[in-house]
């Protein structure tokens, strides 16, 4: 068993925010692999769903990006799974729009939903899909610009970056981390 978690804020406020990427690629996920109506579990929206024989739990934490970790580590708990089952979907500043990286381990690079689930599980083992948002314009903080919605040129870039990453995680699930990253990265 996996558990699929995408990084983002709860509440309509945010919901078409740059930041909100990694809650877009459970969605569309779960949409992909009809996956059961989400039901609120460890402070998450959770739906399980299958890929291929591999049972997959969908979740997005409910407890806003800053304390991810707090939700994170109840559902690791809850599922009796060790971080290296972990796959967690978030927005990166340091690509750009639209690209993915995929990878195990490494730090937070600043992301504070990550530092968030690293310092929860006292494990930065787990596997990672970052999504490419780019950096903010010269004259705007990095917090404002996450949590603004794309312009219309980067949401297309973005869109086709949510159908990549989730076919990405599929790929994970399937075949391994090493073909997944290859293929996408």
């Not at 779960?30 to 049972?55: D, F, H, N, V, Y």
């Not at 690791?76 to 089952?85: E, G, I, Q, S, W």
């Not at 978030?90 to 990550?114: E, M, N, Q, W, Y």
Request: hydrophobic letters at 40%; charged letters at 20%.
């Amino acid at each position: 068993m996996y558990l699929i978690v995408g990084l983002g804020n709860p509440g309509p406020r945010y919901e078409g925010s740059r930041h909100n990427l990694g809650f877009r690629v459970v969605e569309f996920l779960a949409g992909l692999l009809k996956a059961e109506r989400p039901t609120q579990r460890c402070r998450s929206l959770c739906a399980s769903a299958w890929i291929s024989q591999e049972q997959v739990i969908l979740a997005q934490p409910l407890t806003y990006m800053n304390r991810s970790g707090l939700a994170v580590a109840q559902l690791l708990r809850f599922y009796a799974l060790t971080p290296d089952r972990l796959i967690l979907i978030f927005d990166d500043l340091d690509l750009k729009p639209g690209t993915i990286r995929i990878r195990a381990g490494g730090g937070s690079a600043g992301h504070r939903g990550v530092q968030s689930v690293i310092e929860s599980l006292q494990d930065a083992g787990f596997i990672r899909v970052r999504i490419g948002i780019g950096r903010p314009p010269e004259n705007m903080e990095a917090a404002d610009y996450v949590l603004e919605p794309p312009s219309p040129e980067e949401r297309s870039l973005l869109n086709e970056a949510v159908a990549r990453a989730a076919e990405a995680v599929q790929v994970i699930v399937r075949q391994g981390l090493l073909t997944a990253m290859n293929l996408y990265n």
